[in-house]
């Protein structure tokens, strides 16, 4: 049972242009998440998070929107970076239980 | 530099074999965790560990066994290696329980053969 889904695998951009990553999730008692991002052969990194209390949270060129009827969240970065290329994932708790992480996206900003 | 050191970084195991994933950290932190990352999964929590002599079982702990005698080092124990434990670890440390403030080691890339 996947509780937190991240429905493309991947996504290439643009340089300058907008990244749009998606995660969607099933368990309505999650009340807070996160993104991180991976770099080969690294760990993840923290990069953003949001309460179920907001449905926005921005921090530089990273936003994230949460949409707590569709069971949905989105991080954009604008505008994205040749640098910005890695994998995300999104990660959910509820009460300030385990984190749930989804699958991953493999960003590719093409200069 | 200051984090989150794992080793090995690569190991070959045979099946029924045993090894211990060292983890070390050197930020005082209380909160560690080991996950693991199946190819085009997520991260999965095995164990994790609130301070020095706690530890709980997170999401698979099943073949797995922790040990955190202190607040640095939180060893990951591979009694009886399975096929099935091939996978990328890793080992983070947390100033706080959401991970908003977790280090991540680079991982141990495992294959069981």
């Known amino acids: 049972d996947q509780q937190v889904k991240q429905n493309s695998p991947s996504l290439s951009v643009q340089e300058g242009r907008i990244s749009i990553l998606n995660c969607d999730y099933t368990n309505s008692m999650f009340d807070y998440f996160l993104w991180f991002k991976k770099y080969p052969a690294e760990g993840p990194t923290f990069l953003i998070s949001i309460s179920s209390i907001k449905d926005k949270n921005e921090d530089g060129r990273f936003t994230v929107f949460l949409n707590k009827s569709a069971k949905h969240l989105s991080l954009h970065i604008v505008p994205s970076q040749p640098g910005d290329s890695a994998v995300y994932f999104c990660?959910?708790?509820?009460?300030?239980?385990?984190?749930?992480f989804g699958q991953g996206t493999e960003l590719s900003v093409k200069p | 530099n200051a984090g989150v050191t794992q080793t090995p970084k690569f190991r070959i195991l045979k099946i029924g074999q045993s090894m211990t994933l060292q983890c070390t950290q050197d930020m005082n932190h209380n909160y560690m965790y080991w996950y693991r990352q199946d190819p085009g999964m997520g991260l999965k929590l095995i164990y994790y560990?609130?301070?020095?002599?706690?530890?709980d079982k997170g999401e698979v702990p099943n073949g797995y066994n922790v040990s955190r005698s202190t607040t640095e080092d939180f060893p990951l124990r591979l009694e009886l290696a399975a096929p099935s434990q091939t996978s990328v670890y890793f080992c983070?440390?947390?100033?706080?329980?959401?991970?908003?403030?977790?280090?991540f080691g680079q991982g141990t890339r495992l294959t069981v053969v």
């Open positions: 983070a440390s947390s100033a706080n329980r959401g991970l908003t403030e977790a280090f």
């Open positions: 560990s609130v301070g020095a002599g706690i530890t």
């Open positions: 990660a959910a708790s509820a009460q300030g239980g385990k984190l749930i």
